[in-house]
């Protein structure tokens, strides 16, 4: 177990406005404009320019309630590019790799990355050192992030929400340089609600308790916090007071399903289009497992109607159990063929659809049984790997299996404003740089 010095440093970096910022990346007009983007079908907005926030459009605000406010201010309406939002993030945790040594990066979320910074504190200017981290990536991909700094990972998370919202720190906020004075005038306003963990709902029950700022909370004694929460409350407040109780995770751990679904664009009744879009979704699924180095031994699917529409409802879900843990494509679109097959019944207007890995467990783990043809088996998995290289090369879907096709109509996600997919993008940022 590696030896620390007394006081751990912690540092995270955010993407301001992640799909916003990737998306003014390759359409300069969009900048200094309000921007939203939608969620599938266009549904809601999922992400906001500081202009639309300006606007007081809020997170999660169905589109059709904007439609005057739109016009109004011409504000720029996108539906979500998840395929250009994952290699931006996989660009911008490459490049925080170069900052730290071997297992002082946790990649948080797809635009959040904490960093340690605790062998580093004697050695240099841990500000100076985070406005170099800034700007590299701001020069090197275009995105433009804050950082903040703390002697815990919930002080680094308060810290970059004050370098957001104070533009006088440049966006970096190191709470080891600033004058403790001066921080804690900033945290005696802000909201418990703003703190990693707690959240509204945590928020509400300590008002009742006169617990109302960042600072009230700090100053509690951590075992009546945890008499009235729990001792993820009580780590909390001792995570505010500067004593380290959450490690990075170098290791993602394994997960426990892999679900992907979709709301179609349309009612779908048929059951061969049904057939299809479960195929698709069954190897976006694949894709992750693979990626993933995991096996499945169960897969799940479902299918809805509308939710809203409960005199029609129908919600059947199935699990289809393999004989054998594989991440192979066609045993596992052939089980999902049974499930559904299984489930589906005439009459109805489905809405969406999805498929679910479950029991899943490390390639590295499995062992075939007596009875497993070992040569299909090796032969099967050299397929498996010839189509992950060919579409790596040449694009995802340039060789996959029949019936799987992502370009029908019939149950497509309503997505009118998305941006190209930049299959340039190599050579673009080659030219950036």
């Known amino acids: 177990m590696a030896s620390y010095p007394k006081e751990r440093v912690f540092a995270i970096v955010d993407i301001n406005n992640c799909y916003v910022s990737c998306e003014r990346l390759f359409n300069p007009s969009?900048?200094?404009?309000?921007?939203?983007?939608?969620?599938?079908?266009?549904?809601?907005?999922?992400?906001?320019?500081?202009?639309?926030?300006?606007?007081?459009?809020?997170?999660?605000?169905?589109?059709?309630?904007?439609?005057?406010?739109?016009?109004?201010?011409?504000?720029?309406?996108?539906?979500?590019?998840?395929?250009?939002?994952?290699?931006?993030?996989?660009?911008?945790?490459?490049?925080?790799?170069?900052?730290?040594?071997?297992?002082?990066?946790?990649?948080?979320?797809?635009?959040?990355?904490?960093?340690e910074l605790t062998h580093h504190q004697n050695r240099i200017n841990l500000t100076d050192y985070a406005h170099e981290i800034r700007n590299t990536i701001l020069q090197w991909l275009g995105l433009p992030v804050c950082i903040g700094i703390g002697t815990s990972k919930t002080l680094a998370k308060i810290?970059?929400?004050?370098?957001?919202?104070?533009?006088?720190?440049?966006?970096?906020?190191?709470?080891?340089?600033?004058?403790?004075?001066?921080?804690?005038?900033?945290?005696?306003?802000?909201?418990?609600?703003?703190?990693w963990g707690v959240g509204r709902r945590h928020a509400a029950k300590l008002k009742t308790l006169n617990i109302h700022?960042?600072?009230?909370?700090?100053?509690?004694?951590?075992?009546?916090?945890?008499?009235?929460?729990?001792?993820?409350?009580?780590?909390t407040v001792l995570e505010l007071n500067g004593t380290c109780c959450l490690e990075l995770e170098e290791v993602v751990p394994d997960r426990q399903q892999i679900v992907c679904s979709r709301s179609f664009g349309s009612y779908v009744t048929e059951l061969p289009i049904l057939q299809e879009a479960l195929n698709f979704f069954?190897?976006?699924?694949?894709?992750?497992?693979?990626?993933?180095?995991?096996?499945?031994?169960?897969?799940?699917?479902?299918?809805?109607?509308?939710?809203f529409n409960p005199q029609a409802?129908?919600?059947?879900?199935?699990?289809?159990?393999?004989?054998?843990?594989?991440?192979?494509?066609?045993l596992i679109i052939k089980a999902a063929s049974r499930g559904l097959s299984k489930i589906y019944k005439e009459g109805f207007k489905y809405k969406k659809a999805g498929i679910v890995l479950l029991?899943?467990?490390?390639?590295?783990?499995?062992?075939?049984?007596?009875?497993?043809?070992?040569?299909?088996?090796?032969?099967?998995?050299?397929?498996?790997?010839?189509?992950?290289a060919i579409n790596q090369k040449f694009g995802r879907d340039t060789v996959d299996i029949a019936n799987c096709s992502k370009n029908k109509a019939d149950w497509q996600m309503s997505q009118a404003n998305k941006s190209p997919n930049y299959f340039m993008i190599d050579s673009l940022m080659q030219i950036r740089h």
């Open 30 to 115: 969009l900048l200094c404009r309000p921007v939203i983007v939608l969620s599938n079908n266009d549904g809601c907005v999922v992400a906001r320019s500081e202009e639309a926030k300006q606007l007081g459009i809020k997170m999660g605000q169905p589109v059709f309630q904007l439609r005057d406010m739109i016009r109004q201010h011409h504000i720029a309406v996108l539906s979500s590019n998840y395929a250009l939002y994952g290699e931006m993030s996989k660009r911008f945790m490459s490049v925080l790799s170069h900052y730290v040594g071997t297992g002082e990066q946790e990649i948080y979320s797809i635009d959040e990355c904490f960093l």
């Open 359 to 388: 029991n899943m467990v490390p390639r590295s783990k499995f062992l075939p049984s007596l009875f497993t043809d070992r040569e299909l088996l090796e032969k099967r998995q050299n397929l498996s790997d010839v189509l992950d």
């Open 213 to 235: 700022t960042v600072m009230d909370l700090m100053n509690v004694e951590p075992k009546y916090i945890r008499s009235h929460f729990s001792v993820v409350m009580e780590r």
């Open 282 to 307: 069954a190897l976006r699924a694949i894709e992750k497992l693979r990626g993933q180095q995991l096996l499945t031994n169960s897969i799940g699917v479902f299918i809805h109607t509308n939710r």
């Open 159 to 195: 810290a970059n929400h004050l370098a957001k919202k104070n533009p006088a720190f440049n966006g970096v906020y190191n709470m080891l340089a600033i004058d403790p004075i001066h921080t804690e005038a900033f945290l005696t306003k802000l909201d418990t609600k703003e703190v």
């Open 313 to 330: 409802a129908y919600h059947p879900y199935i699990i289809v159990n393999l004989t054998e843990a594989t991440d192979d494509r066609l």
